[in-house]
Nanobody
Framework: VQLVESGGGSVQAGGSLRLSCAASGIIFSIYDLGWYRQAPGKQRELVAGITSGGSTNYADSVKGRFTISRDNAKSTVYLQMNSLKPEDTAVYYC????????WGEGTLVTVSS
C-alpha cells in the first residue's frame, strides 16, 4: 500500500494550495480518507475527512477555507486550501482507513505572513 502526497510548498498568507494524495494497493473506493497535519511541537490533528460515501467533516479552524474531495476513478484524494494563514503551516499527511490505518509520508506547507 502506498499513499503519495504532493502539492505542498510555500505561499504567502491569503494564498491557496491544492494537495493531492494518490493511493495504490487498496480498493480506494471503500476507504474513508483524511488529511491530518502536524505543526512543530504539536500533536497530529485531523484537518478534514471524507467517508467512502462522500460525507465530509472539517476541523473548526479550517471550515469555510478548506475543501476535501475524492476521485475514486483516479484513487486520489484532494485538499483545496484557500485563505491560508501562518498557523496552517505544518506537514500534511494523507490517511486511508478501513479497519487499518495507512499513512503517507507527508508534504510540507509553509505559510508566511
Amino acid at each position: 500500500v502506498q499513499l503519495v502526497e504532493s502539492g505542498g510548498g510555500s505561499v504567502q498568507a491569503g494564498g491557496s494550495l491544492r494537495l493531492s494524495c494518490a493511493a495504490s494497493g487498496i480498493i480506494f473506493s471503500i476507504y474513508d480518507l483524511g488529511w491530518y497535519r502536524q505543526a512543530p511541537g504539536k500533536q497530529r490533528e485531523l484537518v478534514a475527512g471524507i467517508t467512502s460515501g462522500g460525507s465530509t467533516n472539517y476541523a473548526d479552524s479550517v471550515k469555510g477555507r478548506f475543501t476535501i474531495s475524492r476521485d475514486n476513478a483516479k484513487s486520489t484524494v484532494y485538499l483545496q486550501m484557500n485563505s491560508l494563514k501562518p498557523e496552517d503551516t505544518a506537514v500534511y499527511y494523507c490517511n486511508a482507513f478501513r479497519r487499518v490505518n495507512y499513512w503517507g509520508e507527508g508534504t510540507l506547507v509553509t505559510v508566511s505572513s
